[in-house]
């Protein structure tokens, strides 16, 4: 099956910072998905990107399909933005989650 | 509903007894997942409905899980004979059709058994 791998694991940030999460998969996918988990357990919808880039406010995604990868953009980083951020993916298959990158913001 | 609903929270269960778990999705979405995440792990996938198609359980880690979708809608995730390796939060998920759709997820279920 597809295999979805994440890095950093971890990343400690100073808020304001920048930061760009990596996701590589290992097949071709209709289906990428980024979320994050905040601190209570909640999975929030980030981006929907199979291919291409979308902007939302301070966070913004890029998928490259063609090579394989996403990245997840950080811009000015806040203390609210700890948690796991996952990336899945899927080809007409269940979603392959990633084991994530625990992200702390420290003010 | 505005998103899916799962109940309950929080259950607390003896080991060797039956658990049912809930899952309401968000209105008008064909498509419908169990997810199981075990602590400060990732997602597992369990089983997945799409409209009346046969259901994907191919996730099921044993025969003690089963699941069930009513009239396309609410689903019922039942484990028999839990065992503490049961211990999980269990996440329903829902999206507009099948895999190639955002997806949304519940709060989940946060079960532990003793």
């Known amino acids: 099956g597809i295999q979805v791998e994440q890095s950093p694991p971890d990343l400690i940030l100073q808020e304001g910072a920048n930061s760009t999460l990596r996701c590589n998969f290992s097949d071709s996918v209709n289906n990428l998905q980024w979320f994050h988990q905040n601190p209570w357990g909640q999975l929030i919808n980030l981006f929907y990107?199979?291919?291409g880039t979308k902007q939302n406010g301070r966070l913004s995604a890029t998928t490259v399909a063609t090579e394989r990868y996403s990245l997840l953009y950080i811009s000015s980083s806040q203390t609210t933005d700890s948690g796991v951020y996952f990336c899945?993916?899927?080809?007409?298959?269940?979603?392959?989650f990633g084991k994530g990158t625990r992200l702390s913001v420290i003010a | 509903g505005a998103g899916v609903s799962q109940s309950p929270s929080n259950k607390v269960t003896e080991k060797g007894k039956d658990v049912e778990l809930r899952c309401d999705p968000i209105?008008?979405?064909?498509?419908l997942y169990w997810y199981r995440q075990s602590l400060g792990q990732g997602l597992e996938f369990l089983i997945y409905?799409?409209?009346?198609?046969?259901?994907?359980k191919s996730g099921l880690p044993s025969d003690r899980f089963s699941a069930e979708r009513t009239g396309g809608s609410v689903s019922t995730l039942t484990i028999q004979r839990t065992q503490q390796e049961d211990s999980a939060v269990y996440l329903c998920?829902?999206?507009?059709?099948?895999?190639?759709?955002?997806?949304?997820f519940g709060e989940g279920s946060w079960l532990t058994v003793v």
């Open positions: 209105s008008g979405h064909t498509a």
């Open positions: 409905f799409q409209g009346n198609s046969a259901p994907d």
């Open positions: 990107i199979p291919s």
């Open positions: 998920a829902s999206s507009p059709t099948g895999w190639g759709n955002t997806i949304y």
């Open positions: 899945a993916v899927a080809g007409n298959t269940p979603l392959v």
